[in-house]
């Protein structure tokens, strides 16, 4: 249950800016408009950006493109803006985007021209064309096909990329940076390269004409009599399963079943599962304001993880905050919400763990600063901030409103974001849920006791429903921390559960709280737009709209939207600079995404559209300024 406070209930009502030109073409409902996010790095239609580092996608082999979103997302590829973008996305959507992109047969730019000598380019060719039989190195073109431009379902093409493209891969392939699914065939063949002979096969590759055509071969060319083919890990061409599924215990117990949907309501398989790692088994890194705190293994593994712990010592985790030896558990495991979690609960999430398969793998050190991992730091931290006691209903409230208390407090621990902490991570319950900032992760949970950032009222108890179920809603979207809450967890929670969380959040809001935005300004106070207004112009008009009117069901208005004037404006600075897309659920499976500009926009393009924004159309917020744009870029 490490579910930490960097990982929850972040309902930050946000929005989404996607690429747009100056008029632009009438919206439609196309792959080309929900890749926008794409091809804002990668190029008109996938042709490759500008500089040469972000490569062509057009017409590459679909199985590679999917692997390749895949390997970002599962960390076997490393590229923070990529992994951002693809990380709420569903298998069957990046198959999805991979098939788009394959499928634009577009013609390729010309060679750009080389500085690397004769020498070099000759040493670079030899390679490419006939590989090192004393090294047992294979040609490039015995895999990459005999033209270079790869072969289908899953080998790339060589040519029309840059060398300083090639190079950096190459070169990600030797260090380790860069790997794939096994068998990874590329690692040992490009660490048997010498950093010059890596810029030698960059050089000439990048120099190379392309063919007539340069569509991918059909099949791979037979391996010369005498070598052993090399077999590599591929992709397969359709998902295998949903990248969110949750493990089904077998034989099914009715106590192991509700312990399934206990786990999803309390998101625990994001915080205990590793990039790319067995579901449950720990080791994903959560970073915190005094040290990296690695999750547990929860499978049933004997030697590492759950598998000689009985029921109760798993109560005594999730009630008391101990491990089964009797050492204090590190708070980032929130069990200052989890001791609410009734103990027939804990018992049916135990018994759900106990049917998982067995992963073998080590739980690994906290690296806390000193002395915050300490145990005399823990037992101080505890007698200031926390104190054990199981959910008590209130006999005043409905079933349905104490439903949704005991969901909010406990299992959804919606508290470890939504509530300020202090210097030593703690927070108290006089200001439970009223905002704060999701820690080392610089975004804002808004507070859910105000109409004005996060509440509910009447008018918006059925966009709560909506946002928690489907991640969308017609004036918001959830993205960053949030996205991966909705992804895998209230999506899947029934209707009658989300409804009574709603209920409940939404007698957290004072009736007399005005749901109206702020009407007016101090004109003195009111920032300078006008570069924000042509920046809009050039970029933001054709999905949001002269007005900020947006498009429904696509991309969320910018007019009179709370998310928008929110006092704390490091939210729209994320999302403009970072980019990203709504989770890809069963009501929304194919979302719109949003481009990153972070290295298309400086400091003061960013705060003047943002400005030119907050205070448009009715809007009306304080300034955003260069320095609160420079600190966001700074983020951890």
């Known amino acids: 249950?490490?579910?930490?406070?960097?990982?929850?209930?972040l309902l930050a009502l946000?929005?989404?800016?996607?690429l747009a030109m100056h008029a632009g073409p009438a919206f439609e409902d196309s792959m080309a408009q929900r890749t926008l996010a794409c091809v804002a790095c990668h190029g008109k239609e996938g042709r490759?950006?500008?500089?040469?580092?972000?490569?062509r996608l057009a017409g590459k082999p679909a199985a590679y493109l999917y692997n390749q979103l895949l390997n970002f997302r599962d960390g076997r590829r490393h590229y923070g803006l990529?992994?951002?973008?693809?990380q709420p996305l569903s298998d069957a959507y990046l198959m999805e985007i991979a098939q788009y992109f394959s499928a634009l047969n577009l013609?390729?730019?010309?060679?750009?021209?080389?500085?690397?000598?004769?020498e070099t380019l000759a040493q670079g060719r030899a390679l490419v064309m006939q590989g090192d039989k004393s090294r047992k190195l294979p040609a490039c073109v015995q895999c990459h096909g005999q033209a270079m431009t790869g072969v289908a379902p899953n080998v790339p093409g060589l040519l029309g990329l840059s060398s300083d493209y090639l190079n950096a891969q190459l070169g990600g392939w030797k260090t380790g940076q860069r790997r794939a699914h096994a068998p990874d065939c590329m690692a040992p063949i490009a660490k048997q390269l010498s950093n010059q002979e890596v810029a030698a096969v960059a050089h000439w590759l990048a120099a190379q004409p392309l063919p007539a055509q340069t569509q991918p071969q059909t099949k791979q060319s037979p391996w010369p009599a005498g070598t052993d083919p090399i077999n590599c890990g591929s992709a397969p061409l359709l998902p295998a399963k949903p990248s969110t599924a949750t493990p089904q215990p077998k034989p099914a117990s009715a106590l192991a079943v509700q312990g399934a949907y206990l786990a999803r309501a309390g998101n625990c398989m994001a915080c205990h599962t590793a990039q790319g790692g067995d579901a449950f088994a720990g080791g994903r890194a959560i970073a915190t304001p005094f040290g990296t705190v690695f999750s547990s293994n929860l499978t049933p593994d004997p030697q590492t993880g759950l598998g000689r712990w009985s029921a109760s010592d798993f109560w005594q985790a999730l009630h008391h905050g101990r491990a089964k030896d009797g050492r204090l558990l590190n708070p980032a495991f929130p069990y200052t919400n989890y001791t609410q979690v009734t103990r027939s609960d804990s018992d049916a999430l135990y018994a759900y763990l106990q049917t998982l398969p067995p992963s073998i793998k080590p739980n690994k050190e906290h690296a806390m600063r000193w002395p915050f991992g300490t145990q005399a730091a823990l037992a101080t931290w505890r007698a200031l901030y926390f104190t054990p006691g199981e959910f008590q209903a209130e006999p005043s409230q409905p079933a349905e409103w104490n439903r949704g208390a005991y969901l909010v407090r406990g299992l959804g621990h919606c508290a470890a974001c939504h509530t300020p902490r202090n210097a030593l991570g703690g927070n108290k319950n006089s200001s439970d849920l009223a905002g704060g900032m999701v820690s080392q992760q610089n975004w804002y949970a808004p507070s859910l006791r105000n109409v004005q950032e996060g509440g509910t009222s009447e008018n918006l108890a059925q966009d709560m429903l909506a946002l928690l179920k489907t991640g969308i809603h017609p004036s918001?979207?959830?993205i960053g921390p949030m996205a991966e809450v909705v992804k895998g967890s209230t999506q899947y929670l029934s209707d009658d559960d989300l409804k009574a969380m709603v209920v409940y959040l939404k007698s957290l809001t004072p009736p007399s709280t005005p749901t109206s935005l702020p009407?007016?300004?101090?004109?003195e106070r009111k920032p300078s737009t006008a570069l924000g207004a042509k920046l809009y112009e050039d970029r933001c008009i054709q999905c949001h709209g002269a007005q900020g009117e947006g498009v429904n069901g696509a991309y969320p208005p910018l007019a009179n939207n709370r998310a928008v004037t929110l006092s704390n404006p490091v939210n729209l600075v994320q999302i403009v600079l970072y980019g990203g897309?709504?989770?890809?659920?069963?009501?929304?499976?194919?979302?719109?995404?949003?481009?990153?500009?972070?290295?298309?926009?400086?400091?003061?393009?960013?705060?003047?559209?943002?400005n030119y924004i907050r205070n448009s159309w009715g809007n009306r917020a304080p300034e955003v300024t260069e320095l609160d744009v420079n600190q966001a870029r700074e983020r951890p």
């Open 1 to 9: 249950m490490l579910q930490t406070f960097t990982h929850r209930l």
């Open 14 to 18: 946000l929005f989404y800016m996607p």
């Open 48 to 55: 490759a950006g500008p500089d040469g580092y972000y490569p």
């Open 82 to 86: 990529m992994t951002g973008l693809v």
């Open 107 to 118: 013609p390729y730019p010309a060679p750009q021209p080389t500085v690397a000598s004769q």
């Open 476 to 478: 918001g979207s959830a």
């Open 519 to 523: 009407s007016k300004l101090n004109e």
């Open 581 to 610: 897309y709504a989770p890809a659920t069963t009501g929304n499976p194919r979302p719109y995404g949003m481009p990153p500009y972070v290295l298309q926009m400086n400091d003061k393009e960013t705060a003047s559209v943002l």
